[in-house]
């Protein structure tokens, strides 16, 4: 999947909201993220490194003295309802995995350009992913529209 943006959520809680999607595909994940994270994406999506994102320059400065690097990140569900990132770490032949918060491994996903994978079964869970019939049925101007906002959105967008 990749990253199309990050749009602020009008419900409750106003956590912000990562979109994901297929390259050639129709299914769609949203991903509730936190404010710190949105701003991480927000930088890493636009391209700019912020002072505060050091940490995932750090992780992957880690991984790679100890003869690691990241190769993909994994979405998953748990039996609770929540959602968890996995980093996949490789050396050689070797292969790790590292659990993280789904917003922190998208942000190192971004940052090194590897791939992001989710099973299907989570992208057709309920509220978390947009289906191809609801797809289908949109104003093709609007969609347009919105990833305009999307491109314009800066981390200020996120503060409360």
């Known amino acids: 999947m990749v990253v199309d943006g990050i749009r602020r959520c009008d419900c409750a809680g106003r956590h912000p909201i990562l979109a994901l999607s297929e390259p050639d595909g129709v299914r769609w994940l949203n991903v509730r993220v936190t404010s710190h994270e949105a701003d991480h994406l927000a930088s890493e999506i636009a391209g700019h490194r912020t002072r505060a994102s050091v940490i995932y320059a750090l992780l992957t400065e880690v991984a790679s003295a100890l003869g690691w690097r990241p190769s993909a990140v994994r979405l998953v569900g748990t039996e609770g309802q929540e959602m968890l990132g996995l980093v996949e770490l490789?050396?050689?032949?070797?292969?790790?995995?590292?659990?993280?918060?789904?917003?922190?491994?998208?942000?190192?996903?971004?940052r090194c350009g590897i791939t992001i994978e989710v099973p299907l079964d989570l992208v057709q869970a309920g509220d978390r992913g947009l289906t191809e019939s609801?797809?289908?049925?949109?104003?093709?101007?609007?969609?347009?529209?919105?990833r305009r906002q999307l491109d314009d959105a800066t981390p200020d967008d996120f503060a409360r």
């Open 134 to 146: 609801w797809l289908a049925d949109d104003d093709p101007d609007a969609i347009a529209t919105f």
């Open 90 to 110: 490789i050396r050689g032949d070797e292969r790790a995995g590292v659990r993280a918060h789904p917003g922190d491994a998208l942000v190192l996903a971004c």
